[in-house]
């Protein structure tokens, strides 16, 4: 890995994240110029019952120093130019003082397939890894879970969610790191003004289903004459499928039924979201950014 830029917290060069993460192994010099080599320096004895994960020995180990190296480069960059296997051994760091976790960083991410999928993949089949310990599994497990509260936090009751984008970047946040399909229902109301988000269902990661009563309910209760449902699709595109498009359409001809206007469907995935009104599939349109009926 090429050296990265160099960060503001002292040394004045740039910092190999690589050679911070891996404790290196000895390396004899091979400058034939030195006429006078340097004297070796005595290298302490490791405990009794030593095992080779362990890397703290007698006195300062190395990967007490690379640590101190990593996290000072953390503090003047944050996670700028960090590949994602490299931010989760680094949290593994605190997790295991006392070990190297190059190893069991590689085994989480062939496992989980990604970054995200080790930490959306839960305490259980986190612990289910060779290596892992409650307390490790419990933190990276905490993390998305942090997160997604700190984003959710910029979600309000009140918001006022008369345009698509405004609605697509709220559920942008209110769908943040869910691995599961879900399908939440936002009520609002004359001035499309939020009354409620309210959950409806999980399912899989590809699949949720949700009831017309319990729609109803939930407006009713919110006493809404509008409501947007929205669902997500974990790892996939945001794109309704036939099945979404025909679904939305019944649903829409039952709550009208109850007089509640079903004026929108979004799918969100990842980063995007998709409008169904927008795309032509409901019967609603858009007039000076309000959604009225045809």
Not at 108 to 119: A, C, W
Not at 226 to 246: C, F, K, M, Q, T
Not at 257 to 270: P, Q, S, T
Request: negative net charge.
């Amino acid at each position: 890995m090429d050296a990265l830029p160099e960060g503001d917290s002292g040394g004045g060069q740039a910092v190999d994240l690589d050679s911070i993460l891996t404790v290196p192994e000895d390396e004899e010099a091979d400058d034939e110029d030195d006429l006078i080599p340097e004297p070796e320096q005595p290298q302490p004895e490791g405990p009794p019952e030593y095992d080779d994960t362990l890397v703290y020995t007698a006195g300062r180990s190395e990967i007490s120093q690379h640590r101190e190296e990593y996290v000072r480069y953390y503090l003047a960059n944050r996670f700028s130019g960090f590949k994602n296997d490299q931010v989760l051994e680094m949290l593994l760091h605190f997790a295991f003082p006392q070990r190297n976790t190059a190893l069991l960083t590689e085994n989480l991410m062939e496992r989980f397939g990604s970054f995200h999928g080790v930490l959306g993949a839960g305490v259980d089949l986190l612990m289910a890894v060779d290596g892992m310990t409650r307390h490790a599994a419990v933190l990276l497990d905490m993390i998305l879970q942090a997160a997604q509260r700190a984003i959710e936090e910029q979600n309000s009751v009140n918001d006022l969610l008369n345009t698509d984008e405004k609605v697509g970047e709220f559920l942008l946040r209110k769908f943040y790191g869910l691995t599961t399909e879900t399908i939440y229902l936002l009520c609002l109301d004359n001035n499309c003004r939020l009354v409620s988000c309210t959950e409806l269902a999980q399912g899989s990661s590809s699949t949720a289903r949700v009831s017309v009563r319990k729609i109803c309910e939930t407006a009713i209760i919110s006493k809404s004459p509008n409501v947007i449902l929205a669902h997500n699709h974990p790892g996939g595109r945001a794109y309704p499928s036939g099945e979404d498009i025909r679904a939305t359409s019944r649903l829409q001809g039952l709550l009208k039924m109850v007089d509640i206007d079903l004026v929108d469907h979004f799918i969100v995935a990842g980063s995007n979201w998709k409008s169904m009104a927008q795309m032509g599939e409901l019967s609603v349109t858009r007039v000076s950014d309000r959604m009225i009926e045809h």
